[in-house]
């Protein structure tokens, strides 16, 4: 499906863009439904706080700078509250306070649906 993207990149056809991007869309769904499903819990019964900290920061890392603004954006209306507390929490604990409050109006802008809730329960989120 990537390849098939990337050959619609290159010779560009509207209509065969959007079958293929909600192919690859919905195959990528039912990848992640099955992550949250299977993977997850099992990685939260075998692995400390700390193992699951620092592969939040391996995978974190492999992120260009100028591309996680768009992480941000497709990641958290993935994630449910509690997922975004955690994702939240660990970015607080491993970013520099300045790279954080750059950080923060984007997870907002990506959560509005739960920022009340997200800040209730991630202080370091508000602008207070």
């Known amino acids: 499906m990537v390849h098939a993207l990337e050959a619609i990149r290159q010779t560009p056809d509207p209509l065969m863009t959007v ?58 209306p993935l994630l449910d509250l509690d997922d975004q507390v955690g994702v939240a929490k660990i970015w607080r604990s491993m970013m520099p306070q300045p790279v954080f409050a750059m950080v923060k109006p984007l997870i907002k802008k990506s959560t509005l649906a739960n920022w009340t809730e997200l800040i209730q329960l991630v202080p370091e989120l508000s602008d207070k």
């Open 19 to 76: 079958r293929a991007t909600a192919v690859l869309s919905s195959h990528l769904r039912i990848h992640l439904d099955k992550e949250d499903a299977h993977l997850y819990p099992i990685l939260k019964e075998n692995t400390t706080d700390d193992e699951q900290i620092s592969i939040v920061r391996l995978m974190s890392s492999k992120v260009p700078p100028e591309r996680f603004p768009t992480l941000i954006q497709w990641l958290f």
